[in-house]
Nanobody, 119 residues
Framework: QVQLVESGGGLVQAGGSLRLSCAASGSFFRLNTMGWYRQAPGKERELVAVITSGGSTNYADSVEGRFTISRDNAKNTVYLQMNSLKPGDAAVYYC?????????????WGPGTQVTVSS
């Protein structure tokens, strides 16, 4: 199976920055797309950013130009650099990946890390 562990969340003032990390471990053959979603209280989980194994990226319009997703394939880790944070960015951020375990592909999620932005 695949375990994802996020880190880097916390409390930051509006305009500040945070860097989230997510490391994948376990018995998998390879990872495909990795990404970040977020969920604020009372709202549905939404896409923040994704990155393919080849490095292609896609961002939500609300974070484009402020957030940067990257990955280190050798470390099976994905990062999310978040700059110019706004109170509206406050949420639980979840890491996700598509992984091949033996002969099957599946989607896996981390437990989430809280990001709080004070105004």
């Amino acid at each position: 199976q695949v375990q994802l562990v996020e880190s880097g969340g916390g409390l930051v003032q509006a305009g500040g920055s945070l860097r989230l990390s997510c490391a994948a471990s376990g018995s998998f053959f390879r990872l495909n797309t990795m990404g970040w979603y977020r969920q604020a209280p009372g709202k549905e989980r939404e896409l923040v950013a994704v990155i393919t194994s080849g490095g292609s990226t896609n961002y939500a319009d609300s974070v484009e130009g402020r957030f940067t997703i990257s990955r280190d394939n050798a470390k099976n880790t994905v990062y999310l650099q978040m700059n110019s944070l706004k109170p509206g960015d406050a949420a639980v951020y979840y890491c996700t990946t598509e992984a091949q375990v033996v002969y099957r592909w599946g989607d896996y999620w981390g437990p989430g890390t809280q990001v709080t932005v004070s105004s």
